[in-house]
Nanobody, 119 residues
Framework: QVQLVESGGGLVQAGGSLTLSCAAS????????MGWFRQAPGKQRELVGS???????TYIDSVKGRFTISRDNAKNTVNLHMNNLKPEDTGVYYC?????????????WGQGTQVTVSS
């Protein structure tokens, strides 16, 4: 159906930057929203930000001004540009997409990529 493959995680010092990338492939008609969630140890998974296929973005308050989502609809890719990283940004980051497959919109997830921010 839909496969999401992430890359770009790693270890970075506080104040540093990372860019996560996600590419979607599979038998879908269209991808609606694409975005990123994260899950810190012992916490629930939370939405970091997303972008509609029309370019409308939303972010959680804690990353506004530091993180930016970019998207290439033609290539079915989405990036998360993270600046001024903080230790509390540490977690597993998951790419997420809502895609139309055989007339049904489903939610799809990547395998996750670890981001660790050291203080």
């Amino acid at each position: 159906q839909v496969q999401l493959v992430e890359s770009g995680g790693g270890l970075v010092q506080a104040g540093g930057s990372l860019t996560l990338s996600c590419a979607a492939s599979g038998r879908f008609s269209v991808i609606n929203a694409m975005g990123w969630f994260r899950q810190a140890p012992g916490k629930q998974r939370e939405l970091v930000g997303s972008m509609s296929n029309g370019g409308i973005t939303t972010y959680i308050d804690s990353v506004k001004g530091r993180f930016t989502i970019s998207r290439d609809n033609a290539k079915n890719t989405v990036n998360l540009h993270m600046n001024n990283l903080k230790p509390e940004d540490t977690g597993v980051y998951y790419c997420n997409a809502y895609a139309l497959v055989q007339g049904v919109v489903g939610q799809y997830w990547g395998q996750g990529t670890q981001v660790t921010v050291s203080s």
